[in-house]
T-cell receptor, first 113, second 115 residues
Framework: DTAVSQTPKYLVTQMGNDKSIKCEQN?????MYWYKQDSKKFLKIMFS???????INETVPNRFSPKSPDKAHLNLHINSLELGDSAVYFC????????????FGQGTRLTVV | GQQVMQIPQYQHVQEGEDFTTYCNSS?????IQWYKQRPGGHPVFLIQ?????EVKKQKRLTFQFGEAKKNSSLHITATQTTDVGTYFC???????????????FGQGTILTVHP
């Protein structure tokens, strides 16, 4: 069983479109994250949720909106996609937000054309 | 805000040579974690260091946490082609008494190993 699964794995879309990436974890973790990895491999946190509550919201454009229907799911919706949004987006989860390891999903490679 | 700097950005070695990547934080950390990301893969947790001056080993990998808890290093002895990938440090610190500390990743060191 995949611990942290995100879909889709690849997403190619045109500028201006709206798209969603879904993430689910079956580890029973309380905390989930979205990270963006650019072409230089830099991993930057975007959002963090703990038990469905938003606890970290980095300087991310309003076009990005996370949604956590329950603590096992954290989806990422992106409006009006731009070329600069092209990156690999990783979902991750941890048991709690105080120093335990993070488990990452396989990543979603988003390409905006 | 908290910054975690990692050097070098790239390292090319011959198989059998040693490799070290260094991590420095602008603030004192409560703990530091190390992750490895294989090409095309996702980051995978390697280890966590919590105590000042802590040293941990995993086979050919040695991890250190500085006395001031602001720096850390990962040393690989006698690299193998299976060591190829990007190594990230990730530090967590607590600011202003908040309960939740953000895990901030370093820029990563991309290691290539030539057979």
């Amino acid at each position: 069983d995949t611990a942290v699964s995100q879909t889709p794995k690849y997403l190619v879309t045109q500028m201006g479109n709206d798209k969603s990436i879904k993430c689910e974890q079956n580890l029973g973790h309380d905390t989930m994250y979205w990270y963006k990895q650019d072409s230089k491999k830099f991993l930057k946190i975007m959002f963090s949720y703990n038990n469905k509550e938003l606890i970290i919201n980095e300087t991310v454009p309003n076009r990005f909106s996370p949604k956590s229907p329950d603590k096992a799911h954290l989806n990422l919706h992106i409006n009006s996609l731009e070329l600069g949004d092209s990156a690999v987006y990783f979902c991750a989860s941890s048991l709690e937000d105080r120093g335990t390891e993070a488990f990452f999903g396989q990543g979603t490679r988003l390409t905006v054309v | 805000g908290q910054q975690v700097m990692q050097i070098p950005q790239y390292q090319h070695v011959q198989e059998g040579e040693d490799f070290t990547t260094y991590c420095n934080s602008s603030t004192t950390l409560s703990n530091i974690q190390w992750y490895k990301q294989r090409p095309g893969g996702h980051p995978v947790f390697l280890i966590q260091l919590v105590k000042s001056g802590e040293v941990k080993k995993q086979k050919r990998l040695t991890f250190q946490f500085g006395e001031a808890k602001k720096n850390s290093s990962l040393h690989i002895t006698a690299t193998q082609t299976t060591d190829v990938g990007t190594y990230f440090c990730a530090g967590r610190s607590y600011a202003g008494g908040t309960s939740y500390g953000k895990l901030t990743f370093g820029q990563g060191t991309i290691l290539t190993v030539h057979p």
